[in-house]
């Protein structure tokens, strides 16, 4: 069996390969690089996408979260409620603007924010609810709405992982007052670099952004607000438009992909439970195991390559060690942490590479007695 990649584009890429090279020849001869027509173009393509009035191009998903923070208004002194398993990316959006992410331990079910805890977090100071569809699974947005409209605070969604996911119907990344997302190349939908985009239903929300994303600016050498530099670019844009036409048929693909592994995984396996109600646009495959460092090792010498989403959560890095958490702030994130192990999944992984996978998975359990 040739070595399995945890993921890889190629086969994505092959697939739309004729557009692409024309889009990036075309790109070569245009005058047009930045806040041009192509990213237009994308914007009322992914605004209709995600059923929002307004979609904001911008640098990536880091600053898409960062600045619609901003927007709201949100600064120093503010309180942002934040899943504590996530990505470090959604965390440091907020104490990038001097705002303090309040963190709320995983559900251990579905992996995301469990709602039931939000509620004892929020005091005055609390300005938003950030809400994280963690690797593609839908958050419980209803009971989420519930809490967020009683006390007025709006929702920002980090849609990130999660392009094309529906809850009760509904569009993920359409539900929050403002919702980031970042188009990474390994993302459901990613460009070939760095990019982004925020989309909201509010003019004035819409209008701040486009300036911020802009020195501030909408209108040539004039700055009402302060702002920073984060356009999504006209190539970017261009190869976004031609992957979006092809997301829904890959999300299709991504959760067949899950369903061979969901029949041929030992019985007993744990995963991640998709959120009722709901759709996931399957960015992620998880199970949870012990010795999870062990499989890790054992599977690549049998040439499949996993990864760990993610090693160590955000409160216990470095980084964020001025937020006052310890170990064991939040066991149910620590436990997912120790025990974690993402499989390989890509457009093109077939169906025998997945049999051999869970057969090495099974003969590693088996022979540690974990099954
Ligand atoms: C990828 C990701 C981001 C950050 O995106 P970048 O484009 O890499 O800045 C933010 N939040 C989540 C949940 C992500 O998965």
């Not at 990036?24 to 690089?33: D, K, R, T, V």
């Not at 409620?81 to 440091?92: D, N, V």
Request: proline residues 4%; glycine residues 6%; contains cysteine.
């Amino acid at each position: 069996m040739d070595k399995i990649p945890f993921v890889t584009l190629e086969y994505q890429h092959k697939e739309i390969s004729v557009a692409l090279q024309r889009s990036l020849l075309e790109m070569s001869s245009s005058n047009n690089f930045i806040l041009g027509p192509k990213l237009q173009k994308f914007e009322n393509e992914f605004s209709k996408f995600s059923n929002t009035a307004f979609c904001i191009g911008v640098g990536n998903g880091f600053d898409a979260l960062k600045i619609s923070l901003l927007s709201l208004g949100i600064k120093a002194g503010d309180e942002v409620i934040a899943p504590s398993h996530t990505f470090i990316a959604s965390i440091l959006a907020i104490t990038d603007i001097g705002a303090t992410p309040i963190l709320i331990d995983a559900d251990t079910k579905t992996y995301n924010i469990d709602y039931k805890k939000i509620d004892d977090a929020i005091t005055k100071k609390t300005k938003a609810i950030l809400l994280v569809h963690l690797y593609g699974n839908p958050c419980e947005i209803d009971k989420i709405q519930d809490i967020a409209s009683q006390y007025n605070i709006p929702i920002i969604e980090d849609n990130a992982q999660a392009h094309g996911a529906l809850y009760k119907g509904k569009i993920t990344g359409s539900f929050g007052k403002v919702n980031a997302t970042s188009f990474y190349p390994t993302k459901n939908l990613g460009a070939l670099g760095d990019a982004g985009a925020i989309t909201t239903n509010d003019p004035f929300i819409n209008e701040q952004i486009l300036k911020i994303r802009n020195y501030g600016s909408n209108q040539k050498y004039i700055s009402d607000v302060s702002g920073c530099n984060s356009r999504l670019d006209e190539i970017q844009a261009s190869i976004l438009s031609i992957k979006l036409k092809k997301l829904e048929k890959w999300n299709k693909e991504k959760a067949k992909l899950i369903d061979v592994y969901k029949k041929l995984l030992p019985s007993n396996t744990q995963y991640q439970q998709i959120t009722k109600n709901s759709i996931p646009a399957y960015h992620i495959f998880t199970i949870k195991v012990n010795r999870r460092n062990e499989l890790q090792s054992f599977l690549n010498e049998k040439g499949i390559k996993t990864q760990i989403h993610y090693p160590i959560p955000p409160h216990l890095q470095k980084c964020c060690q001025n937020l006052g958490y310890k170990k064991n702030s939040f066991p149910i994130t620590e436990e997912l942490s120790n025990t974690l192990i993402s499989l390989p999944l890509y457009i093109g992984l077939k169906e025998e590479q997945i049999q051999y996978i869970c057969t090495q998975i099974e003969y590693f359990l088996n022979k540690n007695g974990l099954s």
